[in-house]
């Protein structure tokens, strides 16, 4: 089976069946696919080969149905494994670690990602430059996200995610790729969070997501010069061999001095960091990327720290929403998170 893509990437379907094992249920797969089961149950797919035991989700065994089929996997040496999510009652869904495949040009990599399925709204949280998904470690704590369905991504070159070296690191290739995990959910109602420059990598998404999104949160993310200021443009002022050797380093002891509260430095790729940041630059100069913000048709807003409130990117987002959020700076999730997610709540709950 088929699963349909986009024109850069392919993924096949093939069931293994399950196995019980008192009240549980492990199933191999090989690829994505998204099933109703009934009784409240959903069956999501998880690539992970990486993983070195099964994920393993407690349910009754009376609501279980038999998976058959074709026993034809696609990638025969990887070995991958399908989740439960049993739909939310009295308490929240599940977070779950995922990885998700993906095969792009020829070249094949893992995404890792936080996921909760919960509810039809979906919640897709991306990261900036050096950080990861713990960017947004909070949102699983705040109940008032419960109905939510959440995807928290590490972007390739970071996190728990692979890092290729035959990917380019472009932002537009970023989105590609995050619009391929976008496609495993496609009964849900998106609304994009986006964070420095998982802001422009969202901005960026192909035309068919942006349109269909309900809503999207800008997050200090690049649209203009000014944006590239504090770690990209300073990042390709000198040659990656010079960078390596000489900033590098420096910006990992300002990480570990911060106590890691902010950057993910230490699971993050020098080579992705220094590409990224040349690609970034770029979109960040040529002004598309303010454009493609002002051109959403879907409910938007902008959201900074008050410190950073008159910041030029804010001056040139006249008559357009935005959102200061006090006692915070450019991670405002994390520096006032009660204040942030009152914001992000207001906005996906309109009407």
């Given at each position: 089976v088929t699963y349909p893509t986009s024109t850069?990437?392919?993924?096949?379907?093939?069931?293994?069946?399950?196995?019980?094992?008192?009240?549980?249920?492990?199933?191999?797969?090989?690829?994505?696919?998204?099933?109703?089961?009934g009784d409240g149950l959903r069956l999501r797919r998880v690539l992970s080969h990486g993983l070195n035991q099964p994920i393993i989700q407690r349910v009754a065994?009376?609501?279980?149905?038999?998976?058959?089929?074709?026993?034809?996997?696609?990638?025969?040496?990887?070995?991958?494994y399908l989740n439960i999510f049993a739909a939310p009652h009295d308490n929240p869904a599940p977070m779950t670690e995922i990885t998700y495949t993906i095969v792009s040009d020829g070249s094949r990599f893992d995404?890792?990602?936080?996921?909760?399925?919960?509810?039809?709204?979906?919640?897709?949280?991306?990261?900036?430059?050096?950080?990861?998904?713990?960017?947004?470690r909070d949102v699983w704590s705040r109940r008032e996200f419960d109905s939510f369905s959440i995807l928290c991504l590490d972007l390739p070159g970071?996190?728990?995610?692979?890092?290729?070296?035959?990917?380019?690191?472009?932002?537009e290739d970023y989105a590609i790729a995050c619009a391929d995990v976008l496609s495993f959910f496609p009964s849900k109602r998106i609304h994009i969070v986006?964070?420095?420059?998982?802001?422009?990598?969202?901005?960026?998404?192909?035309?068919?997501?942006?349109?269909?999104?309900?809503s999207f949160v800008n997050v200090e993310g690049n649209m203009t010069p000014e944006d590239c200021a504090w770690a990209s443009r300073r990042t390709i002022s000198v040659p990656y061999e010079q960078f390596l050797a000489d900033a590098w380093p420096g910006f990992v002891k300002d990480y570990e001095d911060e106590g890691k509260?902010?950057?993910?430095?230490?699971?993050?790729?020098?080579?992705?960091?220094?590409?990224?940041?040349?690609?970034?630059?770029e979109w960040s100069d040529n002004g598309e990327l303010l454009r493609a913000y002002r051109d959403l048709v879907c409910r938007k807003l902008y959201i900074c720290g008050d410190r950073n409130a008159d910041h030029p990117t804010v001056s040139s987002l006249e008559r357009l929403d935005v959102e200061a959020i006090p006692n915070s700076g450019h991670f405002s999730m994390i520096d006032n998170p009660d204040g942030f997610y009152a914001a992000l709540r207001m906005l996906v709950e309109m009407d």
């Amino acid at each position: 089976v088929t699963y349909p893509t986009s024109t850069k990437s392919t993924r096949s379907l093939s069931w293994f069946g399950p196995f019980l094992v008192d009240h549980m249920m492990i199933c191999t797969c090989h690829s994505h696919y998204v099933s109703d089961l009934g009784d409240g149950l959903r069956l999501r797919r998880v690539l992970s080969h990486g993983l070195n035991q099964p994920i393993i989700q407690r349910v009754a065994p009376s609501t279980l149905a038999f998976i058959g089929g074709d026993v034809r996997p696609r990638y025969s040496r990887f070995r991958s494994y399908l989740n439960i999510f049993a739909a939310p009652h009295d308490n929240p869904a599940p977070m779950t670690e995922i990885t998700y495949t993906i095969v792009s040009d020829g070249s094949r990599f893992d995404i890792v990602a936080s996921v909760r399925d919960a509810g039809e709204d979906l919640l897709v949280f991306l990261h900036g430059l050096g950080c990861s998904k713990s960017t947004w470690r909070d949102v699983w704590s705040r109940r008032e996200f419960d109905s939510f369905s959440i995807l928290c991504l590490d972007l390739p070159g970071h996190g728990n995610s692979d890092r290729p070296r035959a990917f380019s690191y472009a932002m537009e290739d970023y989105a590609i790729a995050c619009a391929d995990v976008l496609s495993f959910f496609p009964s849900k109602r998106i609304h994009i969070v986006g964070h420095s420059m998982g802001g422009a990598i969202g901005l960026l998404l192909p035309g068919d997501v942006l349109l269909s999104a309900a809503s999207f949160v800008n997050v200090e993310g690049n649209m203009t010069p000014e944006d590239c200021a504090w770690a990209s443009r300073r990042t390709i002022s000198v040659p990656y061999e010079q960078f390596l050797a000489d900033a590098w380093p420096g910006f990992v002891k300002d990480y570990e001095d911060e106590g890691k509260r902010f950057h993910s430095l230490d699971r993050v790729s020098p080579d992705a960091f220094y590409r990224s940041a040349e690609s970034l630059v770029e979109w960040s100069d040529n002004g598309e990327l303010l454009r493609a913000y002002r051109d959403l048709v879907c409910r938007k807003l902008y959201i900074c720290g008050d410190r950073n409130a008159d910041h030029p990117t804010v001056s040139s987002l006249e008559r357009l929403d935005v959102e200061a959020i006090p006692n915070s700076g450019h991670f405002s999730m994390i520096d006032n998170p009660d204040g942030f997610y009152a914001a992000l709540r207001m906005l996906v709950e309109m009407d």
